[in-house]
């Protein structure tokens, strides 16, 4: 299994729902990460998690809360969010070694009305 | 701090054309890494290229090319006889290990390569 995958593709929500993203990897990969893209811009780091433990939260606003509940699984909950939150959001994962590259999931689409 | 820059916003040619996409970076580090990716319509972002900066080795796989030069803090990509599948959005990224295994990625602000048919 070569592939990190996303649920669900697509969300929507409104202000003051709670809902979750979830992204899992079975390769084996200690290092997982949730970035941020809108529209014509290149991805932003939000939060890594290394060996189970966050390692970078790049100032994210507590709306957002990250949780690795073991190595496979990255869950991003969501909480009283924002029109502007609404974004195309990309979890990634990538061996223990540190240099590789990185693994892309296909991302959720996130709309907050 | 480290940066990617990537000068050309959107590239548009005819369908077997050769292109070339720019890529600039900076960093105080001596030891780095610098990649490539694809990002087509789909959204999943696409591994190209791992370029680590004591191999100044150029690369071909197939109909793409890097070049990377040390000298001049670049590394470009090129891609031979383009089709129109090649259409995405490509990023060049630096990348600093900052924790155990775990690495951030610093992306340029992408290059949109559109191939007409």
Redesign the interface.
């Known amino acids: 299994d070569t592939e990190v995958t996303q649920t669900p593709k697509h969300l929507v929500m409104g202000m003051t729902n709670k809902k979750s993203l979830k992204c899992e990897q079975h390769m084996g990969h200690r290092a997982m990460y949730w970035y941020k893209q809108k529209a014509k811009k290149p991805p932003e780091l939000m939060f890594v998690y290394s060996y189970e433990k966050l390692s970078i939260n790049e100032s994210v606003p507590s709306r957002f809360s990250p949780e690795c509940p073991n190595s496979s699984l990255l869950n991003l909950h969501l909480h009283a969010l924002q029109p502007e939150d609404s974004a195309l959001y990309l979890c990634a994962s990538s061996p223990p070694r540190g240099a590789d590259e990185q693994f892309f999931g296909p991302g959720t689409r996130l709309t907050v009305l | 701090a480290q940066k990617v820059t990537q000068a050309q916003t959107e590239i548009s040619v005819v369908e077997k054309e050769d292109v070339t996409l720019d890529c600039v970076y900076e960093t105080r580090d001596t030891t780095y890494?610098l990649?490539w990716?694809k990002q087509p319509p789909?959204?999943?972002?696409?591994?190209l290229i791992?370029r680590?900066s004591f191999d100044e080795q150029n690369e071909i796989s197939g109909r793409y090319s890097w070049n990377f030069q040390k000298s001049t803090s670049s590394f470009n990509f090129t891609i031979t006889a383009s089709q129109v599948v090649d259409s995405a959005v490509y990023?060049c990224a630096l990348?600093e290990?900052?924790?155990?295994?775990?690495?951030?990625?610093v992306?340029?602000?992408?290059t949109?390569l559109t191939i007409n048919p």
């Open positions: 890494y990649f990716y789909s959204g999943e972002l696409v591994f791992r680590n990023f990348s290990e900052v924790r155990r295994g775990a690495q951030k990625l992306f340029g602000q992408g949109r």
